[in-house]
């Protein structure tokens, strides 16, 4: 099993939506995660060696910045841009110095880790194609007023995280939640795929974990967590247990 990488990538803001006008992105004004819109130079940018999960970090202090897991470090990714992006890709992260990355090292069975992660809690049913908030899927079966939506989406990242038995999920706490209109392209048709504005929930899951199978423990690290994971969610940020 090959070395599994952190990536950080700087970005220029301001770039990064001059790409989206160059590009004719023409939906970004209403992505409001910037999840399509940094998918969208992700893709420009790094092609197939384009990391996923991922998640945009904007706090106002300190520069906008892309974290990854992939499994090309930052020569790789540095070297992919340089040798086949477009000069105005180039310029949402033009300095080599943009693009780092560590090694993550292998955390054995038994291992305590605090965790942070902002997921798209939803699901699909009967049309696969249409996907829905999972709370709204456990109130299609319940009586109203007898479900609280905490308790649902808490009972979904247990669902999520202990898939596979790689950890054991010790506590999970919902620490933001809020509707989000995200950027997606739809189906192929006779006039190509359209991109369209959707509503979907968005929710920020802090909490600590037990690693009880370090090899799927690092593919969980991954693959991300639920849907929308080329868009910014489901990148578990670990952290030393409280």
């Keep these: ?18 790409f989206a006008k160059v590009q004719s992105l023409q939906a970004a004004a209403r992505d409001e995660d910037l ?11 790094f092609g197939d060696l384009a990391p996923y999960p991922w998640r945009l970090l904007v706090d106002g202090h300190r520069p906008t910045r892309v974290l990854a897991y992939s499994g090309h470090g930052a020569e790789a990714l540095q070297e992919q841009m340089r040798n086949y992006a477009s000069p105005m890709v180039a310029t949402v992260t033009p300095n080599r110095s943009d693009i780092a990355s560590k090694v993550m090292p292998d955390f054995g069975a038994g291992r305590q880790l605090g965790f942070e992660v902002i997921c798209c809690p939803v699901g699909r049913r009967s049309n696969p194609r249409v996907e829905k908030d999972v709370f709204l899927m456990r109130a299609d079966h319940a009586e109203p007023g007898t479900l609280d939506r905490t308790q649902v989406y808490k009972d979904w990242i247990r669902t999520q995280l202990e898939e596979g038995d790689g950890v054991l999920l010790d506590e999970a706490n919902l620490e933001g939640f809020r509707f989000v209109h995200q950027v997606r392209k739809d189906q192929a048709g006779s006039t190509g795929r359209r991109q369209n504005t959707i509503v979907r929930p968005q929710a920020l899951f802090r909490g ?17 967590v639920g849907r929308h994971r080329a868009f910014g969610y489901g990148m578990l940020l670990l952290r030393a247990p409280r």
């Design 1 to 18: 099993m090959g070395e599994l990488y952190m990536v950080e990538i700087l970005i220029d803001t301001a770039a990064l939506l001059r």
């Design 35 to 45: 999840g399509y819109t940094t998918h969208a130079w992700m893709k420009a940018a």
């Design 208 to 224: 600590r974990l037990t690693v009880q199978n370090p090899d799927v423990f690092r593919t969980l690290l991954l693959r991300g």
